[in-house]
């Protein structure tokens, strides 16, 4: 794989990239980017391909970040997220379960059998009667075709998979479908969405539709779109999946959080993905 | 018009009648009344005996777990705090736009002020509310004398 780094040129990523954060390791206080770099998202989005969409311009989160951020992630031999992938790309030929398969074992390479298929995702599954996720495609596979164990929500190995699949539709845009079976799911994702929570009583809309662009303490408020995840996160030094990410957000507003893989995230998952339709996948993307 | 809106918090009735002087921030409500006054609903008394501390009031703001009002709001102030929000409007000259009454109501309720669609918290208020995690239950964000300080600390903000 011509575009993916050696492990060596990732280690002096890493140390590069402790040097260049100096809050990376300080959780308890807020990333900083001051008001100083306030960054010029407008026009750098698409036009909205539903005329349902709340938003005049679709933006990315990308366009919200630091320039230094949005470089790190430009770069493949900077952006740390690139572990991942090379995680994932391990795993694709390793044999693993009762079946002694591999995930090549049945789609061969991933470059052209995995090309576009996570920008279509979460996507309804027949057999199941409901949609299903990347992360759960993943381990339907797991247990079906590979007679192994599922990987748990949160695993590196699940997280890498999940990044590894995304990061071959790099590029392509995202394509969710909402119609059909998948409606009630995108109906409720869209109630949940603007349903406000916790004791601070703030909805997804809140901040997300409402407030992108202004300065929230310590950091500028996205539009809070999918098309990154997983995503590399500075402050966590990690790859971060989207139900996580949606767990922070509601643990923020000191709600109880719903369950990753469960139907609420997964309803909720459908509505945001829709909400940046168009939007080109970045995994892994590189955020505060 | 005067309306008869008088809310008594049943959280707070509860309080008076099982712990009478316990902190209210560990239980219920302190009762308070609302009316309605120049258009919008306003609390004129304070939820307090004790008279509110503009200084105890400018911590409250700036505290992160407390007010954190800063998330939202600019204050010319407390500028060397960082981080000033922009979510909301800037506090500097509040005094001016609203009374105490009036920013009493606004901190234990803005929907009571503003709109319903307002994303500003009520800092005083434990029912109405989806899903609170457990830790916070049954506690407003602010107790009665925060709100008070915080309330004294505004109407400095002149």
Known sequence: ?288 | MRRPITAYALAGLCALATAAGAETASGGLAPFKIVAADGTDAIPDPLTDKPGDPAAGAKVVVNRRQGNCLGCHQISSVKSEDFHGEVGPSLDGVAGRWDAAHLRMIVVNPKHVFTEATVMPAFYRVDGLSRVRPEFQGKPILTAQQVEDVVAYLTTLK
Request: glycine share 8%; aromatic share 10%.
């Open chain 1, 1 to 288: 794989m011509p575009s993916v780094p050696s492990p060596l040129a990732f280690a002096a990523v890493a140390i590069l990239a402790l040097a260049v954060s100096p809050h990376a390791q300080d959780t308890s206080s807020p990333r900083a980017q001051d008001t100083s770099e306030r960054p010029a998202w407008q026009e750098h989005g698409i036009k909205p391909q539903s005329p349902d969409s709340p938003f005049g311009e679709v933006v990315s989160g990308l366009y919200f970040r630091s320039k230094e951020t949005q470089a790190m992630q430009a770069d493949d031999f900077n952006n740390p997220g690139f572990l991942a992938v090379e995680q994932g790309e391990d795993l694709w030929s390793k044999v693993d379960g009762a079946a002694g398969r591999s995930c090549a074992s049945c789609h061969n390479e991933a470059a052209t059998a995995m090309k576009g298929v996570a920008a279509a995702y979460p996507k309804w599954n027949g057999k199941l009667g409901k949609p299903v996720n990347l992360e759960q495609r993943i381990n339907i596979c797991r247990s079906g075709a590979l007679k192994a164990e599922p990987w748990a929500f949160g695993s590196p190995e699940l997280t890498a998979m999940t990044t590894y699949i995304r990061n071959q539709s790099r590029g392509m845009p995202v394509a969710v479908k909402v119609d059909g079976p998948m409606t009630p799911w995108f109906d409720r994702g869209k109630a949940l969405y603007y349903q406000r929570n916790g004791q601070l009583d703030l909805a997804c809309a809140s901040c997300h539709e409402k407030n992108h662009g202004k300065y929230l303490r310590a950091d500028f408020l996205s539009q809070g779109q999918s098309n990154g995840f997983p995503v590399y996160r500075l402050r966590d030094q990690r790859l971060v999946p989207l139900h996580e990410r949606m767990e922070g957000c509601m643990q923020d507003v000191r709600a109880t959080p719903y369950k990753p893989l469960f139907d609420e995230f997964l309803a909720l998952e459908t509505y945001v993905a829709w909400r940046g339709l168009g939007l080109p996948v970045e995994t892994p993307a590189v955020r505060n």
